[in-house]
């Protein structure tokens, strides 16, 4: 049997691969804001949110997606002076149990959960489909039926197929 010695360029050069895909990899901003933390702090440590939501109020809401391919929203509430007031993980069960049907708009929708993972059409259904992915045991996707007009009318989560472990032949393997 032949060791293989390792080298400081060729550890490096593995490094200069796997560093910064391990930040691909990760949940989402590091650390949770803090109520009462200034918005410019949570910009400085997180980067730019990948969309602004007004508040009523005057505050603002800063969303940090993961979508299309990731599993988080993190939401952080600030108020008008540029405080945080709030921090959550909008990407769950309990908050998708919230959805009111019939009531809430495509605007609702979006203020809650931010973008969608994708927006898709069935000749079933006379409206578009809301699609989020998200993780609660398992990997889930959460699906927001929208009517003509955008208000919700139903929704439901189901199983995210393209994150399970395939078999040789294309088929849904086990983990």
Do not use: K
Not at 33 to 44: L, S, T, Y
Not at 68 to 95: I, K, R
């Amino acid at each position: 049997m032949t060791s293989r010695r390792f080298t400081w360029p060729h550890v490096l050069r593995w490094a200069l691969v796997c560093v910064p895909l391990a930040g691909c990899a990760g949940p989402g901003p590091v650390g949770r804001a803090q109520p009462g933390e200034a918005q410019q702090a949570v910009v400085a440590r997180w980067g730019a949110p990948t969309a602004e939501v007004p508040l009523p109020g005057g505050g603002m809401r800063l969303q940090y997606s993961t979508n299309p391919w990731g599993q988080t929203n993190e939401m952080v509430d600030v108020n008008a002076a540029g405080q945080v007031v709030a921090a959550t993980q909008a990407l769950t069960t309990p908050h998708f149990e919230q959805l009111q049907h019939g009531r809430w708009t495509e605007a609702d929708v979006a203020r809650d959960f931010g973008r969608p993972a994708e927006v898709s059409h069935v000749a079933s259904w006379q409206g578009p489909i809301w699609t989020y992915r998200y993780r609660d045991s398992f990997d889930l996707m959460y699906y927001v039926y929208f009517d003509t007009a955008g208000v919700v009318r139903r929704s439901h989560p189901g199983p995210d197929t393209w994150l399970e472990v395939r078999d040789a032949r294309g088929g849904l393997g086990m983990r």
